[in-house]
Structures are given as C-alpha cells and as structure tokens.
C-alpha cells in the first residue's frame, strides 16, 4: 500500500472510532431513562442501515442466516447481545473513561482463550501484557477502597463477551463470509434485547428515542468507516487506533458529560482518585498496545483484539476472495 492510501486509511479509522465513542455518548445521555434492553433493541436495529455498504461481491441477503458452524455462529450470537447489554450499563453507570478502561480488557481475555481454544503458543511477553492489563484493572477499581457497582461487571462481561467473538472469528477462519458473522450479531442483539425488553417496556419519549437512534447509526456509520479504513490501510496499523476512543472519553467525561453533571465530576478539576484513575488506564493501554504488537509479529490469526465494537474487528477480519 502506498503511504497516501495508509493514510487515508488511518484518517478513516480515527474517524472511525470517533463516530464509536459518540455512539457510546449518545446512551450515556439517556442516563438510564430507558432499559438497556429497550436501549439495546433499538440501538442495534439502526445496523440494518449498515448491511448494504458491508455485503460483497457475491454476497446475499440470506448469507445473513448462512454459516459453515452453527454452534459458533449461535455463539456470536449470543456474545453481541451480551456485549451490547453490558456495555448499554456499563456507559450508563460509569464514566466512559472508566467503561471503557474495561471493556478494553479485550486482548487480554482473548490472549488467555486463544491458549485454551486456539492452542496458539504465547510468550512471556504476552503474557505480561495480560498482567499488566489486570493490574491496571485492579489501580481503576481499587477493591477495597471503594464500592464496586454493576456497571463494573457489566464492563467486563462486554469486555469478555467480545473477546469470545475475537476467538470465533479466529477459529472460523477466510471460509464464513463476514456477513454472516454480521448477521449472527445483528440479530442476536436485536432478538435477545427485544424478548428480554418487553416484560418491561415502557414507551421512550422523543428525546431520548432521538439519542438512541443517534447510537444506533453512529454504531453504523462506524462499521462502514472501519471497514473502509481496513481497505485502505493494513490491520497492523488500523488496530492500535481504538485506543483514541479513550482520548475521546476523557474529552467527553470532563468537557460535556461534566457539563451536564451526568455521572462525572466537574471539569477542570484535579482529584487524587482521577490521577490514580490515569494511571490504570495507561497500563490497560499499554497491555493492549503490547498485544497487537506481539500478535503481529508472531503471525496470529487475524482479526487483532480490537475493544469496544465487535463489528469493528470483523471488518479486518480476512475472508476468501479478498
């Protein structure tokens, strides 16, 4: 790839994860006005909008519903709407800086069940990585000092729930169409969050179906992004940009969440909690840095471990034909 097609690839990314993270905003504003699950169903139907721009030469509208393994195409089907529940709490309970710090655990669970399921061979290097990224875990939390709330469980079962997709992308390999992958995520979120959601369903108002709309195509508009930055730059590069989600949190935790006093503290003020905040989220950062750097060299199986949006890594993810 020439240097100006990279480029233009990695601009596409940080617009990318940019339109993720606004996504993400947009439930936090709901602040927990709506059921995650209601939230969940109508955020995720807005992919829909996306499938068009995402099929392939070839590729159909049953090759949605058409996979070479049930069992793993049942399984990512259950992970998307687990992920998506979780992280729907997660970002109403926490900070997003904090939400996400978590959620992007990712390639550290991936890098464990890769041993497990994968039999991949990891070295101490990336084993450090899952060190260091639990240990920034355990300076966010700080157990014991603290009370610990839902939205931290909910941030790690995301978290694991996308690491287990990151596995069946692994293990099915160029041969599954990545439609259909998309397909078993779409319609898990979108069927699970709706059975689930109508025990409790309360109509929401305008405004805040508005927001959830607003998650719903940003998420979209994200998975074309992403797929079309994977076009134009390679993963090794495309990867490492999820990371700029952070930055976006913490611009968006301190300059409008704190304006509207959402769950977050005033801007512009130092706390003592928030500097030791800082710091897990460097050694998470830096544990996931180390894992997409090990994994590109040692040649592991694409897609990278890529946090926060499923789809995102499935639109790297190799397939025959490419």
């Given amino acids: 790839m020439s240097s100006d097609t990279t480029f233009k690839g990695v601009i596409l990314a940080f617009i990318c994860f940019a339109a993720y993270a606004f996504s993400d905003g947009s439930i936090k504003l709901v602040d927990g006005r709506v059921s995650p ?33 049930w069992p793993l195409w049942s399984l990512r089907f259950v992970c998307s709407a687990v992920g998506t529940i979780g992280s729907i709490i997660a970002f109403t309970q926490l900070s997003m800086a904090e939400a996400f710090c978590l959620i992007f ?3 550290s669970f991936a890098t464990i069940m890769s041993v497990i399921f994968l039999k991949e061979q990891v070295g101490i290097k990336r084993w450090s990585a899952v060190l260091i990224g639990f240990l920034g875990v355990l300076v966010v939390l700080r157990p014991g000092f603290r009370e610990l709330q839902t939205g931290h469980l909910a941030a790690l079962a995301s978290g694991f729930a996308g690491a287990v997709t990151i ?26 969050c709706a059975v689930v959601a ?33 076009f134009y730059a390679p993963p090794a590069i495309v990867g490492p940009i ?18 509207f ?29 180390l894992t997409l750097t090990r994994e590109r060299k040692r040649g592991v199986a694409l897609p990278p471990s890529v946090a926060g949006k499923s789809e995102a890594a499935l639109a790297i993810k190799p397939e025959e034909g490419d």
């Avoid at 599954?176 to 992958?181: A, D, Q, R, V």
């Avoid at 999820?242 to 704190?258: D, E, R």
């Avoid at 006093?261 to 710091?279: N, R, S």
């Fill in 261 to 289: 006093w959402i769950g977050e503290k005033p801007p512009f003020v130092v706390y003592p909690a928030a500097l030791t905040g800082l710091v897990g989220i460097a050694l998470i950062v830096g544990s996931g840095l």
């Fill in 198 to 230: 109508v025990p409790s369903f309360q109509m929401p108002s305008s405004g805040d179906f508005a927001l959830l709309a607003a998650f719903g195509t940003l998420g979209a508009v994200g998975n074309v992004l992403m797929m079309l930055a994977s």
């Fill in 167 to 192: 596995i069946i992308f692994r293990a099915m390999g160029p041969k599954e169409k990545n439609i259909s992958l998309y397909g078993a995520g779409l319609l898990g979120s979108v069927l699970i």
């Fill in 37 to 69: 699950f209601l939230a969940g169903f109508i955020g995720s139907s807005f992919g829909v909008f996306a499938i068009p721009f995402l099929m392939k030469r070839g590729d159909h509208w049953l090759d949605l519903v058409r996979t070479t393994n």
């Fill in 242 to 259: 999820q990371y700029s989600q952070m930055l976006w949190a913490i611009l968006l935790g301190y300059l409008v969440f704190a304006w």
């Fill in 105 to 107: 655990l990712l390639p």
